[in-house]
């Protein structure tokens, strides 16, 4: 039996800072349930970390915010007002831009007209080159990154980089929900600090930050507000003053099925086994009610 913790409330969704609010959302490609009863709350100036496991049902909860595929049970508002996106470019006038981990970069380009690709600046018959790259370099300082020469192409740039110039070309064109798709999955340990500093100034920029990630540690380093979600449920759902680094990891990490597994393991090499922590009842002590532990399978 696993152990899951289910939220009441955590303030009041739909409240003045609310950018966008999921509620009992639900999507169903024939008869596979992707996701069931997912309620989310972004709110401005805050990052909501999405952690789970393959299949867990992230990129289906991405493609729903990102107009890609259309929920069908529950409710999505954004600013407020009840949506349902038809296409991604519906979203990205609503101010939500996402960011995938192939980029949509063109590596042999360079910075300033990647930053500008698909909304280039027209003076005359031409673009206008200089004021695009007066733009960019600004633009990317505004946010603290550095790139000396604005004219390298995108693909000589580390993963770090191009992961920043891809985020701060999505705030520039409006975006005031910026979803990233695992942006640390493919880094080294200096990149990821480079992108996670660079998520950390956009919250405090105001804007709400929706950080998809499998990485607990990286979620802890910048997140508000956390969710896990397994098998298409939410099975944890708290603010970062609720839960330890450890608990995070742990129900990430599968909990009482990763002290099961090491159980069985420990029958194997039982001089090498590290006993896991479970979040058991009772670890947690939210400060107001807000959480509420459950034991129960997320998957009944
Ligand atoms: N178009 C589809 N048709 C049918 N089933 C789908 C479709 N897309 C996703 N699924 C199923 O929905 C569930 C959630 O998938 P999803 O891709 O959202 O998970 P994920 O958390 O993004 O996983 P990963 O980290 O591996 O990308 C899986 O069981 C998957 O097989």
Not at 219 to 226: D, P, T
Not at 232 to 258: I, P, S, Y
Request: negative net charge; charged residues 20%; proline residues 4%.
């Amino acid at each position: 039996m696993s152990t899951a913790v289910e939220t009441e409330a955590h303030g009041s969704p739909g409240a003045a800072d609310s950018l966008l609010v999921m509620e009992d959302v639900g999507k169903s490609y024939g008869n596979v349930d992707a996701l069931r009863g997912v309620s989310m709350d972004v709110r401005g100036g805050e990052v909501t970390c999405v952690l789970g496991d393959n299949g867990a049902g992230k990129s289906t909860l991405i493609k729903i915010i990102a107009g890609l595929h259309a929920h069908t049970s529950g409710t999505m508002r954004v600013e407020g007002k009840e949506t349902v996106f038809s296409s991604p470019r519906e979203a990205q006038g609503r101010g939500i831009a996402t960011v995938y981990q192939d980029l949509a970069l063109a590596p042999l380009m360079s910075v300033w007209r990647n930053f500008f690709l698909g909304n280039e600046m027209r003076s005359g018959f031409g673009m206008n080159i200089a004021e695009m790259k007066r733009i960019a370099g600004e633009e990317l300082q505004k946010m603290g990154i550095v790139i000396p020469d604005l004219d390298r192409p995108v693909g000589a740039l580390s993963g770090g980089q191009r992961q920043c110039i891809a985020i701060a070309r999505a705030i520039y064109f409006g975006a005031k929900v910026v979803i990233l798709d695992e942006p640390t999955a493919a880094l080294g340990v200096k990149q990821s600090g480079v992108v996670l500093k660079y998520i950390s100034k956009m919250r405090d920029s105001g804007l709400g930050v929706v950080f998809i990630t499998h990485n607990p540690h990286h979620a802890y380093l910048v997140g508000n507000h956390f969710i896990i979600l397994k098998l298409g449920r939410v099975v944890l759902d708290a603010h970062r003053n609720e839960l330890t680094l450890d608990q995070l990891t742990a129900e990430m990490a599968g909990g009482q099925e990763l002290a099961e597994l090491s159980h069985e393991l420990g029958d194997l090499h039982p001089e090498r086994v590290v006993e896991p922590h479970t979040v058991q009842p009772g670890d947690v002590a939210p400060p107001t009610g807000a959480m509420r532990i459950v034991q129960g399978n997320p998957d009944n």
